[in-house]
């Protein structure tokens, strides 16, 4: 059965950093692309960042891009968000995703990042 | 980046009522997913390839589509397809999301 289980998100303030992890199992994370997906409250989805199987290619979306790092550990079967200079606008449920060619075919649970003073 | 604008935002149909969901983009796409979202929880693969249903989804459910324009349908409405429904594309690295299609039960 794929598992994905996302960790790391909390209360921070604006400017601050937090670093996102997303552990994945039943299935050969190094042979797959993993993605970063968000949802603020009450809003619809957002993509912010894609890394390749290998971790060759990474992309980002505009809005995260140069703040946000994505990353992985195959060997720890691990995808991981590096958030930097957090704004009140980065609130928001962050999914990890696997993708099957451009489609999201496992959707972890969700850590909610919340950016108050 | 292309933009996917679907309709309505919201609607109601009562049980046995057939659904159609739009979904249209601002240039030519080669396929379409979707994903069906309840209240507290992740969103869930729906159909993809334009028309392929995911795991478990039932037949009522179909997809349709191409080029710019593209639907989701449901031959019979059910109690159990409430929820907000989500159209997807992706093209060149970059993956954008419709901005959703609330189903209530009327």
């Known amino acids: 059965e794929v598992q994905l289980v996302e960790s790391g998100g909390g209360l921070v303030q604006p400017g601050s950093s937090l670093k996102l992890s997303c552990v994945a199992s039943g299935f050969t994370f190094s042979s797959y692309n993993m993605h970063w997906i968000r949802q603020a409250p009450k809003k619809g989805l957002e993509w912010i960042a894609l890394?390749?199987?290998?971790?060759?290619?990474?992309y980002y979306a505009d809005s995260v891009k140069g703040r946000f790092t994505i990353s992985r550990d195959n060997s720890k079967n691990t995808l991981y968000l590096e958030m930097n200079s957090l704004r009140s606008e980065d609130t928001a449920m962050y999914y990890c995703a696997k993708s099957y060619y451009g489609f999201f075919d496992y959707w972890g649970q969700g850590v909610m990042v919340t950016v108050s003073s | 980046e292309i933009v996917l604008t679907q309709s309505p935002t919201t609607m109601a149909a009562s049980p046995g009522e057939k659904v159609t969901i739009t979904c249209r983009a601002n240039s030519s796409v080669s396929y379409m997913h979707w994903y069906q979202q309840k209240p507290g929880a992740s969103p869930k693969p729906w159909i993809y390839d334009t028309s392929k249903l995911a795991s478990g989804v039932p037949n009522r459910f179909s997809g349709s589509g191409s080029g710019t324009s593209y639907s989701l349908t449901i031959s019979s409405m059910e109690t159990e397809d409430t929820a907000t429904y989500y159209c997807?594309?992706?093209?060149?690295?970059?993956?954008?999301f419709g901005a959703g299609t609330k189903l209530e039960l009327k």
């Open positions: 997807q594309q992706w093209s060149n690295n970059s993956y954008t």
């Open positions: 890394i390749y199987y290998d971790s060759d290619n990474k």
